[in-house]
């Protein structure tokens, strides 16, 4: 028994053991867990204090935001866009130009843009009135204007000098700025007879007295007329007629009434009295100013500064504009004349050359025609294709890869037909523009379609049709009958008119004018024709001249004799520019839209005001540049392409389709064209940085217009028609 319990007592310390040494181990693995949840605890707080330490930063920079925001708006009341009147304008253009505005306190101020930093003006509001002018002759702008409540020089009286001259196309907002300027002005809007005179006090509609001296002089003034009128005016009729202030508005003699009755020639006798008053308050006015101007009389009475000076307040130099206007005009009429005198009349040139090339025919079939198949076979072929996508006969990638094929023949096929044809080039730059146009509608006619298919085909597969992109088109204002939706707008029709419309991105529904209206279709088509003639006779006439000059002084490197020629060409040259883009991008688009009944008909925007090189190729050319942003910039974008790498080949892009244009009707490929588009690439970053450097509008507006008129199109021209010159030269030697 002892033998068996001690065994049995030995057994369970054993197991003791075990299970002591299981709990402890166990133990161990508790702390080792707890150890790292501490240490992953560690972790997680030391990340904490990380974002503590971000977040304080961050709220350090808020606050100073919020202050420096704070310091810029403080006393700000109003800020907005408005029309100011400006004095010095072309005769063309309109007096009213758009402006920015910020009534902060009792300053107004005003500025050329938003963005600028710097005003153009301010004004003090604190002796000032607002006049409210009311509705221009057509209803269209309010007009309220900042008038100051200041005496002019002569002391003739109280004058209500208008600073400046503002309106705006909104009545509700016209309201809003006076009631905003009469608060910070103090002053009232004055009635319609603003100057009321007594025997104790001179005020004005607001009751703001005058000073002393001129008050005792207008008071004397005023006794003196009355004295006078009551000692030549004895009938009670005639006292009827002074019963009012002889220089208040309302008296007769100041307003006679300029409306006759029958039987006017017996009015004009009883009003005879009434005119004799009013010439006599005219000489005795007269003798007032002459007696109020004494020898002693005060003539430097404040610090003012010259006209010309920058710290002038008041700068009007419309008289230099017109002068430049003048010199302008009177320079190159000079070099027109200098021009006709040397060369003679050279426009029968090209109606010579145009003669030399009268074989434009092809298999007895004339050009036009050859042209208008081409375009309505690649047109047909790709409506059928996206019939066909439509059908589920062939795959969108297929649908893709078709297109695509079609297109790039389409484009190669007229590329070559212009290389070998011997038409003139200008006409074989005008279809191979178009072909490119085409080409492009067509892209995103395949992308546009390719996307509102899917569209429309995820939509059945869930039934829900809303947020989806073949409802988007719905938003679209203007649109005539019922917005079409996928695939009720694949019709030929709609193609046409697409491939007719001046634009080059295609959607389900576009903005439609009510009808086509005819004038203007008249009057566009005739400044079509005289504004092409303008730009053939500046060609032929003046930049074929220096052009010819220019060639042998480039064979012989005579840099002096290049860069005179060069500079004769600047001139020319920016003037055929300026008149090509109001041929195409007004006249010609609007002329399009007016016949398609196209109603959004922004072209371009002031792409003449850009300060750097990125905003004017935003602005210069919108249908291109809404095909670029929509169908190639955020394509890549999504392919995983940077923006600034996006930015790059949307510069790439129009490089190569700037050379294929040019460089092809003239049956070489020298890259002119290709390198100066490719390296205006550079120039963004620097345009942006001189325009954030130097924060005038100014400067990088000038330059601007030296690197594209001054510089970059007179060497493209030069370099081009050098090639062509040197070409002939070899020729007619061999």
């Not at 080039?425 to 379609?449: D, F, Q, R």
């Not at 060409?569 to 006249?587: D, E, M, R």
């Not at 949307?650 to 490089?655: C, E, G, P, Q, T």
Request: aromatic share 10%; net charge positive; proline share 4%.
């Amino acid at each position: 028994m002892s033998s068996s319990s001690s065994i049995s007592l030995h057994e369970r310390a054993v197991s003791l053991v075990a299970q002591m040494k299981e709990n402890t181990s166990k133990e161990f693995s508790t702390i080792e867990n707890l150890e790292s949840l501490v240490s992953e605890m560690n972790a997680k707080l030391s990340g904490v204090d990380d974002l503590l330490k971000q977040n304080a930063a961050m709220e350090e920079v808020i606050i100073d935001l919020s202050s420096e925001l704070e310091e810029a708006t403080t006393g700000i009341l109003k800020r907005g866009h408005l029309f100011k009147w400006r004095e010095r304008s072309i005769s063309f253009a309109s007096n009213w130009g758009l402006r920015y505005f910020t009534l902060q306190g009792h300053v107004l101020s005003y500025f050329n843009d938003e963005k600028d930093r710097h005003p153009r003006k301010t004004i003090d509001l604190t002796n000032c009135f607002i006049l409210d002018e009311g509705l221009t002759a057509n209803k269209q702008h309010h007009i309220f204007s900042v008038c100051s409540n200041s005496l002019d020089e002569d002391n003739r009286g109280p004058q209500s000098g208008a600073l400046m001259r503002l309106s705006s196309d909104h009545a509700a907002e016209a309201q809003q700025w006076i009631s905003m300027l009469e608060k910070a002005c103090g002053f009232e809007t004055p009635q319609k007879h603003p100057i009321s005179l007594s025997d104790d006090a001179l005020t004005t509609g607001s009751g703001a007295s005058m000073s002393c001296p001129v008050l005792t002089r207008v008071q004397s003034t005023e006794a003196l007329l009355n004295s006078h009128s009551k000692r030549k005016l004895s009938s009670p009729r005639q006292r009827a007629n002074t019963t009012a202030s002889p220089l208040s508005p309302s008296s007769p003699g100041a307003s006679p009434s300029k409306s006759k009755k029958k039987g006017g020639h017996k009015d004009d006798k009883k009003d005879v009295p009434a005119k004799q008053h009013q010439e006599m308050i005219r000489k005795l006015k007269k003798k007032v100013r002459v007696t109020s101007f004494p020898a002693s009389k005060n003539m430097h009475t404040a610090s003012k500064a010259s006209p010309l000076s920058s710290a002038a307040t008041k700068q009007n130099y419309r008289g230099f504009f017109n002068l430049g206007v003048i010199v302008l005009l009177v320079s190159h009429f000079r070099l027109i004349l200098d021009n006709w005198v040397k060369h003679g009349f050279r426009l029968s040139t090209l109606f010579d050359y145009t003669v030399q090339k009268q074989h434009v025919y092809v298999l007895d079939v004339p050009r036009p025609l050859l042209v208008l198949l081409s375009w309505m076979a690649v047109i047909g072929l790709t409506y059928f294709i996206e019939k066909l996508a439509q059908w589920q006969k062939i795959s969108d990638r297929m649908t893709m890869v078709i297109q695509g094929v079609l297109s790039f023949a389409n484009i190669i096929g007229s590329a070559l037909w212009v290389w070998h044809s011997n038409s003139h080039s200008g006409l074989s730059m005008a279809y191979l523009m178009e072909s490119v146009i085409i080409w492009m509608k067509l892209i995103s006619y395949a992308h546009c379609n390719r996307d509102v298919r899917i569209a429309y085909k995820n939509s059945l597969k869930s039934e829900n049709l809303v947020d989806t992109p073949v409802n988007v088109h719905a938003e679209v204002q203007d649109v005539e009958g019922e917005p079409l939706t996928y695939p009720h707008n694949l019709t030929f029709s709609n193609l046409l008119y697409f491939c007719v419309a001046p634009t080059l991105c295609y959607q389900l529904n576009y903005p439609r004018s009510p009808r086509v209206r005819k004038t203007v279709v008249f009057t566009l088509v005739v400044r079509l024709v005289m504004v092409l003639a303008l730009m053939l006779f500046v060609v032929e006439q003046h930049m074929k001249p220096s052009l010819e000059e220019a060639m042998l002084p480039m064979k012989q490197l005579d840099i002096t004799a290049v860069l005179f020629r060069f500079l004769a060409l600047t001139i020319p040259s920016t003037y055929v520019w300026l008149l090509g883009f109001y041929w195409f991008f007004h006249l010609w688009l609007n002329l399009l839209a007016e016949l398609t009944r196209f109603s959004d008909r922004e072209f371009y925007l002031d792409w003449w005001n850009a300060r750097t090189i990125d905003e004017y190729w935003r602005t210069w050319n919108l249908p291109v540049h809404h095909w670029m942003i929509r169908h190639l910039y955020y394509p890549s974008i999504r392919l995983g392409v940077s923006k600034k790498s996006a930015v790059y080949l949307a510069f790439l892009f129009s490089a190569v389709m700037h050379e294929f244009i040019i460089s092809i009707p003239f049956q070489r490929i020298s890259f002119h064209a290709f390198l100066g588009m490719l390296l205006q690439a550079p120039l963004v970053p620097l345009t942006r940085k001189m325009n954030t450097m130097f924060n005038n509008p100014s400067i990088g507006n000038f330059f601007f217009w030296l690197s594209f008129c001054i510089i970059g199109q007179p060497i493209g021209i030069i370099m081009y028609y050098y090639e062509s010159w040197d070409v002939g030269a070899c020729e007619v030697q061999a």
